[in-house]
């Protein structure tokens, strides 16, 4: 299991990189383990602006459909458009390809308030 240590984390297992103003949201290494083979992404909240925990989209396995929340409040400004044709690369590279949203929060410390990898991994592991 993989917790990169430049990322901060929900307890609902998404996690958000700060780029600047900007951040980028994904699922983790375990929420994508524990969802099994990705077959759709839907996120219908493109140029909506939306509190912290609000469900921005869902996540299509082949038995169940999975909410997937804002870490903080903010602008959704983009989802990944690779996503489409390849919902797999959620399960390849959560971390990388396989981002979900790019997001222009409302306040960037906001992020502060979540998990750091190792309090995310204790989480995970209890």
Sequence with gaps: MDFPQELMY???HEWIRVDGEYAYVGITDFAQSQLGDIVFV???TVDETLDKGEVFGTIEVV?????IFMPVAGEVLEQ???LAENPELVNKDPYGKGWLIKIKPNEIADVNDLLDAQAYKALINE
Excluded: G, L, Q
Aim: hydrophobic letters at 15%; proline letters at 7%; charged letters at 45%.
């Design 80 to 82: 990944n458009e690779e």
């Design 42 to 44: 839907d996120i219908p």
């Design 63 to 67: 038995k169940t459909i999975s909410d």
């Design 10 to 12: 929900t307890s609902e």
